[in-house]
């Protein structure tokens, strides 16, 4: 799963992974829900380094759920910063 943020949204990211995975697992090309987190990982930007290097130094992968609400905690505490 190949997946790009640009300039969009996160909520908009969050939401074209999610339809992304979902079409993939209805046809079993999902191979986990982990996949779906280390692709939204991957497909953040430079702008979210810091926050994919501690995510994925992390003893597990958050769940889609959990790495949502780490994204918007992370924008929220860094607004002024460029993200794209």
């Given at each position: 799963?190949?997946m790009q ?19 993939l697992?209805?046809i079993?090309?999902l191979d986990?829900?982990k ?8 497909g953040?930007?430079p702008?979210y ?12 992968l958050?769940?889609?759920?959990d ?13 002024r910063?460029?993200l794209?």
């Amino acid at each position: 799963m190949d997946m790009q943020k640009g300039s969009q949204p996160i909520d908009a990211y969050l939401r074209q992974a999610k339809s992304l995975a979902d079409s993939l697992a209805a046809i079993n090309e999902l191979d986990s829900p982990k996949e779906l987190v280390i692709a939204v990982l991957w497909g953040l930007g430079p702008g979210y380094k810091m926050l994919v290097t501690t995510v994925l130094n992390f003893p597990s992968l958050p769940d889609f759920a959990d790495l949502h609400t780490c994204l918007l905690a992370f924008i929220a505490q860094a607004p002024r910063i460029s993200l794209n």
